[in-house]
């Protein structure tokens, strides 16, 4: 069947289907593997497993964690240099370990990593790729979760989740996977991230894994599975989508005393000589037969799973399995009498027995945060570590979407850049100690470079891109530092300009640009419509000069108008000779007023405080609210980190959030340094003092009011814990509800959890949780909602009713002792870390909370500017996305990138989720892209690597209301298709 499958999709596609036989090294005749060694007893790894009376069946399950980064960086912890730091080299890994499962086909172990196994795969000769492939057929070495990396869950989002899983998966099937020899993956294997999201759990039961594992679970939580025997169980991560679920015992290691790696620090070889002082076998296999003993009562089916393995292990694979083997034989002799039968196994093996043999599993619909491993150790603070990166991630992510989509249209570089090295980079970035901010320093500067490199290449895909369908002559460049006043091409102050904006949204939309410029003689032309716009200039901040001595003296502000996936053209014409346009002059109230001042757009007005520019009110205008206002205010606070107490010696840490009061310190009063009106937007600027200030955006057309704050460097003198707070006058009560990595909003109660009973012992920490994209306030009495919309991911609380408050950048001075052996101390240009970031807050009536789906993708997917000096385009505008398509702002474009050669892939996505008036979306696929005629196209799971019947459980459920090359998506559905055009 898979021959079959793997045949209709190539050949869909225009491709030449490569069969077994054309493989180097694949031949039929020579399937079977010849080992050297024999059974010795065991069970086979291609048998099922069939449960014995009154013995209990072990798994045992050979695997490494391979961590892409985190003491080492990548290349490092490949190639296993640098031991002084940590003894690993993932290549001497997959090297022993071919070598020994060769020898015995009982043996089997499961890899997982595809960021380290392409390197691997690459250096091989066609006859290691050949051995590796019959491997896979005969059920000794399989592959789970097969993404890029293993993925944190808490600080990624959903669109850099799915694309980094399939950057692995499909990766899997194009390069190792041929006709016979079944790569799919069938298991999610997120062992180590801190915490586990509902979203998450859906979208790997989208793309078709059938299972979950994972290691790491609240303690209080834990414990009364364990007790219950409830650590298996049906996540119904969604209402359409729903997983088995299995919890390891203690950890992804090997039971105490029995790794045999050369990794291990608790190494104990197995003496099986009688005569010698050292011998230990039964008193070996007396202690894990007690350990499994304990195991087996709490789990239910009959059947347990020992994971032999952990961090970087099997570097010694001959030593690892030679002692399995023993232990092994030496517990399956006495099997009558201690009621065990261990054998190789796989979790997918595993899994199958467990369904088969098991009693009908609890159903659990809520997610796993936050994660805590005893009373004062929450891990809640890597929702905030390293916050710059963690914003140059979501950059990059926005980047590489543009990148793809220039490569769909135009096609992919048979030289030059291409998007390769940025993907590759995103991956490994959305790794559990990657965007998690949890490596050592220099791990973290090296994720940073690699998508620095990445960066630059798409950026040449997309400049070079915009400046072929543009019809151009001139190069253009990307403005990286626009946000500190810096773009090196608009330095030049005797030269025009030509600005080309993309638009990577599906929906036209109306933005905001900010060009950072020399002086303020120039004027605007929009070249799609020839006529003259208006700029503002405002002038660059001394907190903006600070940040970057080379900041240029303004910012041009120009409002864009931008097609649907397509990009619009502006000149900057220079003229030395008009009147200079001064930049937009401050307001001065008088002294002896005590009004507020009062600030107005379509939607708002917000009134703020003469002397402290503080925001004190909000009130909505939209028909129907008039007169409905809330008291909203936000002030910077800082929680001191915790050293260690009486209590507890945990200190807070790259990973703990742990402060050492409940109660926040204020950081003083804040200074109105200047109120700016404008006609696009009002400016009123703060200082919190030397380190903290901001700038509260009102813009005239805009359902959000945007708060960019600048934070540090941070004193070095203690610990501190940054927050900003809102406080407003909705009563919420004791619930706020946060995103889940971007999707679905999921309630929080304070100080409670859905499915056990829970004793909060850190009341600020323990109710804080992970915010990639939104959080809300809501008053259900009044029906009105405040809503922060945030540029990164980040730690929130609502810890008092009308109160939320996110967690916006740490510097911690003590490590929290959970592996990494440094400080979060980040230091940059000789002090510490600056960060500047936004918020957007969206106040509305429940009726209209809906609307924040589409602001959230506004500032999710900004616009991509390229600049070059004169040089008017011949076409200055374009849109590659169909004037067919009806425009739906709740209909997104997730993905459109080049695929297998001669295919595109598409995803598309309603964001509206049932519960906030979500609906059924139709979309034509022959008119969804401008000027490409549809030929063919092929659902797929969600990964893109096996198609869609192989993923769903119920095709036809799942196809019931779609009608030709018309698709239905329903609410919060994502759906991928590989489309060809003619």
């Known amino acids: 069947m898979m021959l079959l499958r793997v045949c209709l999709l190539l050949t869909l596609l225009g491709c030449v289907v490569v069969g077994w ?16 060694e024999g059974t010795r007893g065991r069970y086979n790894a291609n048998d099922p497993v069939t449960p014995h009376s009154g013995v209990v069946n072990v798994h045992v399950v050979p695997h490494t964690h391979d961590d892409v980064g985190w003491l080492k960086t990548v290349d490092q912890y490949y190639y296993g240099t640098h031991n002084d730091i940590y003894r690993g080299g993932v290549q001497y890994i997959l090297d022993t370990v071919i070598d020994e499962l060769l020898k015995d086909g009982n043996k089997t172990f499961i890899y997982v990593e595809m960021a380290f196994f392409k390197r691997w795969w690459d250096e091989q000769n066609n006859d290691m790729k050949s051995t590796v492939r019959k491997l896979v057929k005969a059920g000794q070495f399989e592959f789970v979760n097969a993404g890029w990396c293993m993925n944190d869950e808490a600080s990624v989002h959903y669109s850099a989740t799915i694309d980094q899983m399939s950057e692995g998966m499909v990766w899997l099937q194009k390069e190792v996977g041929v006709p016979g020899v079944d790569v799919t993956p069938n298991i999610a294997w997120q062992i180590d991230p801190f915490g586990h999201s509902s ?105 347990i799973m020992l994971t032999m ?61 936050p994660y805590a491993n005893d009373p004062h150790s929450y891990w809640t603070g890597y929702f905030t570590s390293r916050p710059g990166l963690k914003r140059y991630v ?9 990148c793809k989509q ?61 400046k072929k369908l543009a019809g151009m002559t001139h190069n253009l460049q990307s403005c990286r530092m626009a946000n500190e006043s810096v773009c090196e091409v608009t330095r030049n102050e005797n030269s025009s300009y030509t600005i080309i904006v993309y638009n990577p949204r599906n929906l036209p939309r109306v933005e905001y640009l900010r060009v950072p410029l020399a002086h303020p003689h120039y004027s605007l032309l929009d070249v799609a419509s020839g006529k003259r716009e208006h700029i503002e200039f405002v002038r660059t901040s001394k907190e903006t000069k600070n940040i970057n001595p080379h900041a240029l003296p303004l910012v041009g502000v120009i409002k864009a108008r931008l097609p649907p996936l397509g990009y619009t053209s502006y000149m900057l014409d220079l003229n030395m000779d008009t009147p200079v346009r001064s930049p937009r002059k401050s307001w001065h109230r008088s002294k002896n007023s005590a009004d507020p001042l009062v600030v107005q757009s379509k939607v708002y007005k917000i009134e703020f405080d003469g002397d402290t520019g503080a925001m004190l009110r909000i009130t909505n205008k939209l028909a129907g609210l ?120 999921v309630k929080r109660v304070l100080n409670k959890q859905p499915t056990y009973d829970v004793n909060v012992t850190e009341p600020v920490a323990g109710n804080y949780y992970p915010v990639n994209s939104r959080a809300t306030i809501r008053d259900e009495k009044r029906k009105m909602q405040l809503t922060v919309l945030n540029d990164r ?66 500032l999710f997917y900004s616009p991509v500017v390229a600049v070059t000096s004169g040089n008017e385009p011949e076409t200055p505008s374009k849109s590659f996305y169909s004037s067919k398509a009806t425009p739906n702002p709740y209909l997104n474009l997730l993905t459109y990138q080049p695929f297998n050669d001669t295919g595109t892939l598409i995803r598309l996505e309603n964001t509206l989720q049932a519960s906030e008036g979500g609906t059924n979306i139709s979309i034509d696929l022959a008119n969804l892209i401008a000027d490409k005629k549809l030929k063919g196209f092929e659902e797929l799971g969600l990964a893109g690597d096996r198609p869609v019947k192989d993923a769903v459980e119920n095709l036809k459920l799942h196809l019931e209301l779609d009608q030709g090359t018309t698709i239905t998506l329903k609410p919060l559905q994502i759906r991928t298709f590989v489309v060809t055009f003619g």
């Open 626 to 745: 008039s007169g409905v206002s809330d008291k909203v205010t936000q002030r910077f606070m800082q929680y001191t980190s915790n050293t260690g107490d009486k209590e507890s010696k945990q200190p807070s840490g790259a990973y703990i959030f742990r402060p050492k009061t409940q109660t926040p310190d204020d950081l003083g009063t804040p200074v109105l340094t200047d109120f700016i009106p404008g006609e696009y937007a009002t400016e009123i600027w703060q200082s919190f003092g030397d380190w903290i200030s901001q700038v509260t955006r009102v813009y005239y057309d805009k359902m959000y009011i945007e708060v960019e704050w600048t934070v540090g460097p941070i004193p070095a003198d203690h610990g501190r814990e940054i927050i900003t707070r809102y406080e407003t006058s909705l009563s919420s009560g004791d619930t706020f509800y946060t995103d889940s990595n971007g999707r679905e909003m």
């Open 21 to 36: 036989s054309d493989v180097p090294g694949a031949d039929d005749d020579d399937v079977d593997i010849n080992h050297s």
């Open 394 to 402: 979501r950059d990059c992510n926005n980047v590489l979407q543009a």
């Open 406 to 466: 220039i490569e769909a249209t135009i096609g992919v570089r048979k030289s030059g850049p291409t998007s390769e090295k940025l993907r590759y980079a995103m991956g490994v970035a959305q790794h559990h100690d990657a965007v998690s901010g949890t490596s050592k320093q220099h791990v973290a500067d090296d994720y940073a470079q690699r998508l620095a490199i990445g960066q630059t290449e798409c950026e040449g895909v997309i400049n070079m891109g915009l």
């Open 309 to 369: 393995g952990g961090d970087f292990c099997y570097q010694n694979a001959r030593m690892y399995f030679k002692n399995l083997d023993i232990l092994m034989d030496a517990v399956n002799k006495d099997s009558a009498k201690n009621g065990f039968k261990m054998f190789y196994s796989t979790p997918t093996k595993y899994m199958n027995a467990v369904i088969k043999g098991a009693d009908l599993l609890q159903n659990k619909t809520d997610d796993l945060f």
């Open 199 to 303: 979203a998450h759990a859906g979208l790997v039961a989208q793309m078709g894994l059938k299972g979950l594992f994972f290691a790491r679970m609240d303690y209080q939580d834990y414990n009364k599975r364990k007790a219950n025997k409830d650590l298996e169980f049906t996540w119904q991560a969604t209402p359409a989508w729903s997983i088995f679920t299995h919890t390891m015992l203690d950890m992804y290691w090997a039971p105490p005393g029995f790794c045999f790696d050369t990794t291990c620090t608790d190494i104990i070889p197995m003496v099986t000589n009688p005569e010698s002082p050292e011998y230990d076998l039964p008193e070996r296999v007396g202690s894990i037969t007690k350990y499994m003993t304990d195991m087996s009562s709490h789990y239910r089916s009959g059947n």
């Open 793 to 858: 991911s980040q730690g929130a609380a609502s810890l008092t009713s009308g109160q939320m408050e996110f967690m916006v950048h740490r510097r911690c001075l003590k490590d929290d002792h959970r592996g990494v052996a440094e400080p979060l101390n980040e230091t940059a240009n000789g002090r510490g870390l600056i960060v500047r970031g936004k918020h957007w807050l969206f106040y509305s009536d429940l009726q209209s909370y809906h609307l924040h789906r589409d602001i959230g993708l506004d």
